[in-house]
Nanobody, 124 residues
């Protein structure tokens, strides 16, 4: 089992930045593949970013150029730096992970463990 706890969400004005953190505990996190998804009311979870290694990061189109995913294996933590936030980025952001890489990394059903989510609200 892996427990994931997100933090760093909040209210920010459009154009602002937030840094989300996801602390993992339980099974070794080092070889896992973490990702971030987001969800708004009435919609399914939407892929944001995934990290396979320092040189292999994957982003949705809306995240490219604005968001950066990173990981600190020594501290079992994954981060999502979000810059240039827009009102449409308002959502609950979830951290997730799976044991190994999957080509359908953008599909929430392939992930094994999820955090409780952290609310991000961007005001116009």
């Amino acid at each position: 089992q892996v427990q994931l706890v997100e933090s760093g969400g909040g209210l920010v004005q459009a154009g602002g930045s937030l840094r989300l953190s996801c602390a993992a505990s339980g099974r070794s996190f080092t070889r896992s593949v973490p990702a971030w998804f987001r969800q708004t009311p009435g919609k399914g979870r939407e892929f944001v970013a995934a990290i396979r290694s320092v040189s292999n990061k994957y982003y949705s189109d809306f995240a490219k150029g604005r968001f950066t995913i990173s990981r600190d294996n020594a501290n079992n933590t994954v981060y999502l730096q979000m810059n240039g936030l827009k009102p449409e980025d308002t959502a609950v952001y979830y951290c997730t992970t799976r044991g190994n890489w999957h080509v359908w990394y953008y599909d929430p059903t392939v992930y094994d463990f999820w955090g409780q989510g952290t609310q991000v609200t961007v005001s116009s």
